[in-house]
């Protein structure tokens, strides 16, 4: 019965994966309840951890594999029309100003079609950047899982160095104070 208080004492001050975005709450009731069976605190975490990131990577490649490609066909049309009113706008005044010079019997200069002309080419440009962008990111779906696998190991890297296991002073990254937990129970 000691050794169960000090394993969820343990849990409770230095479960690092407490503190993981989104998920720390359910991490905690998962943590209770891992240890109210009667796995060490190690055990505990290792379960938690795996499933974490089994649960993260589902969820990425689902959403990059099937939700961004989704999404990229359904903005197309959108984007297109969106695209198509930026020359309309951007003339504008070019307009205002030929018609002005024209009223008064002056004939626009070199540097009004110029704009014109540059106006056109950005908006080609802005058109082909979306449709490349979207059909980038149809094409997600083929490599759904290698992304997803770097973002849950990157995640991962950047949730433990920029993490402290409970008010550690010094500060005590979740790898850090998971390899004194296996050094500890070995002791034991």
């Known amino acids: 019965m000691m050794m169960a208080t000090t394993m969820s004492s343990r849990s409770?001050?230095?479960n690092p994966l407490i503190d993981f975005p989104i998920a720390g709450d359910a991490v905690a009731l998962s943590d209770k309840f891992l240890l109210d069976l009667g796995l060490s605190a190690l055990w505990a975490e290792t379960i938690e951890f795996a499933v974490l990131m089994i649960v993260f990577f589902v969820v990425l490649v689902s959403i990059l594999g099937r939700l961004v490609p989704w999404l990229s066909k359904r903005l197309f049309e959108p984007a297109r029309q969106l695209v198509a009113t930026v020359p309309a706008l951007l003339l504008a005044p070019e307009w205002v100003v030929t018609k002005l010079l024209r009223r008064f019997g002056r004939v626009p200069g070199p540097m009004v079609y110029s704009y014109g002309e540059g106006v056109f080419?950005?908006?080609?440009?802005?058109?082909?950047?979306?449709?490349e962008a979207l059909q980038l990111l149809g094409a997600l779906g083929r490599f759904s899982r290698p992304i997803a696998g770097v973002v849950v190991v990157a995640g991962v890297l950047l949730w433990n160095s920029g993490s402290c296991v409970g008010?550690?002073?010094?500060?005590?990254?979740?790898?850090?104070?998971?390899?004194q937990l296996v050094g500890t129970s070995k002791d034991h």
Do not use: E
């Open 12 to 14: 409770a001050a230095g």
């Open 121 to 131: 080419a950005l908006t080609d440009g802005i058109r082909l950047f979306v449709s």
């Open 167 to 179: 008010s550690s002073n010094p500060c005590v990254s979740p790898v850090q104070s998971w390899v």
